[in-house]
């Protein structure tokens, strides 16, 4: 017979088998003799299900089943994460679609929130709209307790759930699909003030610039990575020395790797960064070599755990106006790069150990769409929350070709150049060309990336920098062999744009960068 007293409203599929043994072990050894379940909301049980419930936690509680409307069926994931959003406000506002709130009755208060998750392992199910709303409605009953006391989420799922809402750290016990939590109260009500997805900005586009928190400042840091070559280290130096320019005294903390030399850390260091070093960590799906072989490198940020919060910056690109306000986002705050999905260039995340050993854990099973830690961090943090493009901005749509881009830029950034806060030089990094111009313009396949004017700008970073950190950025005898190759075969198919027609007056090409002649060179 079955027992109607509570209706159930079961509108997400979930073809999960419950193993209610375990969750009465895991409740039974979670409870001690005082403790006792009052309210046990139940969220997406048909009434069989929660019959069983019933046998698993008998004693005074009160079972209620949790009514939640399901979204329409046009709320897609691409209408919670789309690749375009008008942040500027130009031609519209952008807005979320509304997702149904749950109803809670006011009585009894609910101590358990049990939820069945959906999650088909054949379909996309880390961006399944069904189940980022019931685990945002399981968060909004936790958020929405008054009294003081703890609410804890039981989340029954084959599938990772959403690391950035019930995280590692407030998980209590997890036994096969069985993942109890306790979450921190304020934090999970904090992250349900965001937008539901990247659909609307979770940044401000005119942040408070002067924002600044003493008291957990020094929780807090920049930080950039250097592994398997010394290619990136002028670029990191000037990283260092643009954040610097802002006005940030956060700690900078660079990861590094045995590649990187004596004589190189002590340049990271004279420009202001504090050296972490780290084993890096093999892409076991990278062939051997291959520029993206050890990427994965990056998730030792994770393991920074003397700081709560992290700015996360490639060692390729510029901080031209003070972000700190950024550490007052959670993670991962990131801009867009394509469709669904955030640019790892600069990325708020949070350090914790038991994150990181979640990454490590995934390895083997995520396929990054592009092979890179970029398309792994995608498939794990799914929910990310977006940051406006110019906090990011990738060089070459910084490009403008014609009076008609020009004029469509202009109202698309209301001012020319645009208002940036990190320019990130994609392509060939300006380190590798001469200063005369962007040596990008020299080479077919990198040509989308070429810009004058932000190669300019990075240029000028480097005029403010001492003379004993410039030394860093000399080119060797091959570098310069190689730009002159290129700009030779620009010359033989007559680019029409022209650059490979510059005179190099850049005194780095005469200058000898190798060990042999460093001491007699000055810059
Ligand atoms: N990186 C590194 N060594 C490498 C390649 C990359 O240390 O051989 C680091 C560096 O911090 C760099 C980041 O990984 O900024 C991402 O690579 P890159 O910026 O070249 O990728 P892009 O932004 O051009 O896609
Ligand atoms: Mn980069």
Known sequence: MEDNTAAADVRYISSLDI???????????????????????????????????????????????????????????????????????????????????????????????AVKLPCNKRESW???????????????????????????????????PIPNLFTC?????????????????????????????????????KPNENFHSERSAYREAYATIL???????????????SIRRTGSTRDLLILVDESIGEHHRRGLELAGWKIRTIRRIRNPKAKRGLYNEWNYSKFRLWQLTDYDKIIFLDADLLVLRNIDFLFGFPEISASGNHAALFNSGVMVIEPSNCTFQMLIDQINEIESYNGGDQGFLNEIFTWWHRIPRRMNFLKHLWRIDDEREREMKNRLYRSDPPI??????????????????????????ATKFASDDAHETWWKVFDEMPERLRRFCLLSEKQKARLEWDRRRAERANYSDGHWKIQIKDKRLKTCAEDFCLSENVL
């Open 126 to 160: 880390s961006r399944n709209v069904a189940r980022l709303h019931l685990q945002l409605e399981a968060a909004r009953i936790v958020a929405n307790t008054e009294e003081n006391r703890a609410v804890r989420v039981l989340l029954l799922t084959e599938c990772l």
């Open 420 to 445: 940036l806060y990190v320019l990130h030089y994609l392509g060939r990094k300006p380190w590798v060309c001469f200063r005369d111009y962007d040596c990008n313009w020299n080479e077919k396949y």
């Open 19 to 113: 193993n209610w043994d375990q969750i009465s072990d895991i409740i039974k050894n979670m409870l001690t003799d005082k403790d006792t379940y009052k309210g046990i909301g139940l969220l997406n049980f048909n009434n069989s299900e929660i019959n069983r419930w019933k046998e698993v936690i008998p004693d005074h509680a009160e079972h209620v089943a949790l009514k939640l409307d399901p979204v329409s069926s046009n709320t897609t994931w691409e209408s919670l994460y789309p690749e375009w959003i008008d942040e500027e406000e130009q031609f519209n506002v952008p807005t979320c679609p509304a997702l149904p709130k749950i109803q809670v009755p006011e009585k009894p208060g609910i101590d358990l929130v």
């Open 169 to 205: 750290k407030d998980l209590v016990v997890r036994e096969g699909n069985v993942w109890l939590y306790e979450p921190e109260l304020s934090r999970l009500k904090d992250k349900l003030q965001l937008p539901i997805g990247s659909c609307e900005l979770a940044v401000p586009l």
């Open 227 to 241: 592994h398997s070559a010394e290619a990136y280290v002028c670029g990191a130096i000037a990283v260092a020395q």
